[in-house]
């Protein structure tokens, strides 16, 4: 089930900024998907905001895309590099709002070693949602999302990628470069959740120990 909260403060995260609004929310929706039944739940942002404290107050499986790709795109190859939206540049060399933080997430999760490199396309996080976009626009991103995926596997040593499109974007992009394996950034979370759960696993309590209190709070948005 995929749930929308109604008092999330942000639209889109991009930056430190956005990730800390949401995390608090995605944190005590994660507990109250929890508390309903379900069996696990899922991180749909590639800042992840909020999954260490989610990870802290559940007991089931929480899972976040880039943990999920990550993890994927580390066992189909021997470096990957991640195309992604960051706002303020584009290219390897790009800061950007989130280089940052996703630098900090790759070290999280401890695959510094596997990461060829970071490149960025110049955009918001919707303009990748293939619902909301035209086909122009789509056919604009599919060639800026393969530009940069062609420059990580020739300058960078890239042989897996990670993609933020779609699957529109990220069927093309495979096709174009069809001895690269093209890991959806989103689409394998469900996925690798799903694994855990019939596997009979969640995240580590000595590593994400319940807090001493859990608050039931909603933001108030003016």
Do not use: W
């Not at 990870?55 to 066992?75: L, Q, R």
């Not at 529109?168 to 799903?194: F, R, W």
């Amino acid at each position: 089930m995929h749930r929308m909260a109604p008092d999330m403060p942000v639209r889109m995260v991009e930056g430190d900024y956005e990730a800390d609004l949401a995390g608090v929310v995605n944190a005590r929706m994660a507990l109250e998907a929890q508390q309903e039944g379900f069996d696990a739940v899922t991180i749909y942002c590639y800042n992840e905001p909020g999954a260490n404290a989610t990870k802290e107050v559940c007991d089931i499986p929480v899972v976040s895309s880039p943990a999920a790709s990550m993890a994927i795109a580390s066992i189909l190859g021997n470096k990957f590099s991640i195309i992604i939206a960051l706002g303020g540049g584009k290219g390897k060399e790009a800061g950007g709002m989130g280089r940052t933080a996703l630098l900090d997430i790759v070290k999280h999760y401890g695959l510094e070693q596997k990461l060829a490199s970071i490149r960025a396309i110049d955009l918001p996080p919707p303009a990748f949602n293939e619902s909301l976009v035209s086909e122009h626009d789509i056919e604009q991103l599919r060639n800026a999302v393969l530009n940069e995926a062609v420059a990580a596997v020739k300058d960078d040593g890239a042989d897996v990628i990670i993609s933020y499109g779609g699957a529109k974007v990220n069927e093309y992009i495979q096709k174009k470069l069809p001895d690269v394996p093209i890991v959806d950034s989103h689409g394998c979370t469900v996925i690798m959740a799903e694994v855990l759960v019939r596997l009979g696993l969640r995240h580590s309590k000595k590593a994400y120990p319940k807090p001493r209190e859990l608050f039931k709070y909603y933001l108030r948005n003016k």
